[in-house]
């Protein structure tokens, strides 16, 4: 069985990203704030990450800098693991209007419960799929099956995409999960959860 450490980044700040111009994705390269960089040193110093053999990150810039100071204290590297990217809001472009961004996600909510409802359920091309989200972590998640604790640092939405009732972290705080409490949740595909 592995024990998975679910890290939420520390809070960042999108002060210089914003003055510089950037828009859509490219928001993901704001680093944390100093209060972010704060939350995680405290975050640290829980008992639960001692023994952790592997540390993997999401590609953004406030999980990168939160899975360095983890690994820092833990003496582990970091691995990037491009899946464990944000939900895609609009698959059409990288900039999305506000309006745009509101319609896909009333859409992306509304097939959500239907597909809660309706396992069958095809999902428009709008917006990628919540289940395609799920489905993506856990690919990640089947990779270190070989290990028995591993620490995982992506975003809210992720993290959350892992529990049948709404999970809600705060920045720098962490959770965990097990593959035998996945595969008792979930039944698509995650069977390849369990290590024979």
Avoid at 10 to 17: N, Q, R, S, W
Avoid at 62 to 85: C, D, F, M, P, W
Avoid at 139 to 150: E, I, W
Wanted: glycine share 4%.
């Amino acid at each position: 069985m592995t024990k998975f450490i679910l890290v939420r980044h520390g809070a960042p700040i999108y002060d210089e990203v914003i003055s510089s111009g950037f828009k859509g994705r490219s928001l993901s390269l704001a680093p944390l704030s100093q209060n972010g960089i704060d939350e995680v040193l405290k975050m640290c110093d829980n008992s639960v990450f001692s023994g952790s053999e592997l540390l993997i990150s999401s590609p953004y810039t406030r999980a990168l800098q939160t899975a360095s100071i983890i690994g820092l204290k833990y003496n582990l590297l970091v691995n990037v693991e491009v899946l464990l990217h944000e939900w895609i809001i609009d698959t059409s472009s990288d900039c999305i209007s506000p309006s745009k961004l509101i319609t896909n996600l009333r859409i992306a909510k509304k097939e959500w419960e239907e597909y809660q409802r309706n396992p069958n359920f095809v999902f428009s091309k709008e917006t990628e799929s919540l289940l395609n989200v799920r489905n993506r972590i856990f690919s990640v998640l089947f990779k270190y099956l070989d290990y028995d604790k591993v620490i995982v640092v992506a975003l809210q939405m992720l993290i959350s995409m892992l529990f049948d009732e709404k999970i809600k972290l705060g920045t720098g705080e962490f959770t965990t999960i097990t593959s035998e409490e996945l595969v008792s949740k979930f039944d698509f595909g995650c069977k390849k959860l369990v290590k024979k």
